[in-house]
């Protein structure tokens, strides 16, 4: 199995599962998670990675982080909503983790924002897809499905923070050189 890029975006070629030499190409129409969810992962890993964990408030984050100010507003709310985020208004108020980094998983992200559905359904969209009865790709997208979840499950908003910090570190450096 691999991944390529198609002129529309990421192709999956599968091999026939029955040992023909035919391929079926799978167009991925839906990323991992949302834009909003983007965007969640997003704040949250600038505010984890806020030396001082002091509030932060919605503006101050979209404008780090390049996010639309309207979105990341409705987004912080619903974390706030779903036990992620606590929020304060006022003077010295706004938006900051409900419990440290490192106990807030991609997974707890993942299912505030989308929720876990999206992650079980079947990879060719078919109504009933199951171990007793499965569509032609389950079995290569049941892997990808569980080494997915896996990856949610153990990626931190520590350790995001930390890859993001280092990335634009890496930004600011290879910008230097080009000027």
Do not use: W
């Amino acid at each position: 199995m691999g991944v390529f890029q198609g002129p529309a975006g990421p192709d999956v070629k599968v091999l026939d599962t029955r040992g023909g030499l035919a391929e079926y190409v799978l167009r991925i129409s839906v990323m991992l998670y949302s834009r909003p969810c983007e965007y969640a992962i997003r704040a949250l890993a600038h505010l984890a990675s806020s030396p001082d964990r002091f509030p932060a408030r919605a503006a101050e984050i979209a404008r780090a982080e390049n996010l639309p100010a309207p979105v990341l507003g409705k987004v912080l709310q619903e974390l706030v909503r779903k036990g992620l985020l606590e929020s304060r208004r006022g003077p010295g108020g706004g938006f900051r983790l409900a419990r440290r980094a490192e106990l807030i998983t991609l997974r707890d992200v993942v299912a505030a924002i989308d929720g876990l559905d999206p992650l079980m359904e079947c990879a060719v969209g078919l109504e009933h897809c199951a171990d007793d009865a499965p569509c032609p790709l389950h079995d290569t997208f049941k892997a990808i499905r569980n080494q997915v979840t896996t990856y949610l499950e153990t990626t931190t908003l520590d350790t995001m923070a930390l890859a993001v910090t280092r990335k634009k570190e890496l930004v600011r450096r290879q910008a230097r050189r080009k000027s």
